[in-house]
Antibody, heavy 121, light 107 residues
Framework: QVTLRESGPALVKPTQTLTLTCTFS??????????VGWIRQSPGKALEWLARIDWDDDKYYSTSLKTRLTISKDTSKNQVVLTMTNMDPVDTATYFCARLLSGRGYYFDYWGQGTLVTVSS | DIQMTQSPSSLSASVGDRVTITCRASQSINSYLNWYQQKPGEAPNLLIY???SLQSGVPSRFSGSGSGTDFTLTISSLQPEDFATYYC?????????FGGGTKVEIK
């Protein structure tokens, strides 16, 4: 059974750095074709892909946010960590992590429930 | 980056209606196109991957078609539980992108 769960602060101040952790079970990020991605959704808005990390430790970032994002994995803990620097109120959103499976393309087949992050002083 | 444009942004339909949602890519993405359904307060749920492959457990009234730049999600007979927002997502590029969403509302 595949599960993912996001954790991190619910409230951050402007200019602070956000650190989110995705803890997963039911698969291994050492398996070829396995990846984990982060996606966010501002209130009432569309999904926005942020970053992904692959089983071979390749990392990819959204072009618009790449200067602020860092993704890493700890395979021994089954965790993926996303950091976002210089947080702003426009970064207020629900942040999801999801398993990204490689097959015929890449698709998010399992998602965490999401964690709401509010940026406010 | 590859831009994904969905149309319409919203639609009203009745139970039993046939519903079609379109997604257009800014360049050819072969068949690397996925569809998700999202209900309020929930995470998205994968419906279709690789343009036309039905994800396990998804009802057969959902179908996908298309290749290149133009894709379609069809719900053959809309059910009450299908009222939701639908998103397309491309994986032709390593930099993934989602469409803007289509909200399906009750007429």
């Amino acid at each position: 059974q595949v599960t993912l769960r996001e954790s991190g602060p619910a409230l951050v101040k402007p200019t602070q750095t956000l650190t989110l952790t995705c803890t997963f079970s039911g698969f291994s990020l050492t398996t070829s074709g396995m990846c984990v991605g982060w996606i966010r959704q501002s209130p009432g808005k569309a999904l926005e892909w942020l970053a992904r990390i692959d089983w071979d430790d390749d990392k990819y970032y959204s072009t618009s946010l790449k200067t602020r994002l860092t993704i890493s994995k700890d395979t021994s803990k089954n965790q993926v960590v996303l950091t976002m620097t210089n947080m702003d109120p426009v970064d207020t959103a629900t942040y999801f992590c999801a398993r990204l499976l490689s097959g015929r393309g890449y698709y998010f087949d399992y998602w965490g429930q999401g964690t709401l992050v509010t940026v406010s002083s | 980056d590859i831009q994904m444009t969905q149309s319409p942004s919203s639609l009203s339909a009745s139970v039993g209606d046939r519903v079609t949602i379109t997604c257009r890519a800014s360049q050819s993405i072969n068949s690397y196109l996925n569809w998700y359904q999202q209900k309020p307060g929930e995470a998205p749920n994968l419906l279709i991957y690789a343009a036309s492959s039905l994800q396990s457990g998804v009802p057969s009234r959902f179908s996908g078609s298309g290749s290149g730049t133009d894709f379609t999600l069809t719900i053959s007979s809309l059910q009450p539980e299908d009222f939701a927002t639908y998103y397309c997502q491309q994986s032709y590029s390593t930099l993934l992108t989602f469409g803007g969403g289509t909200k399906v509302e009750i007429k």
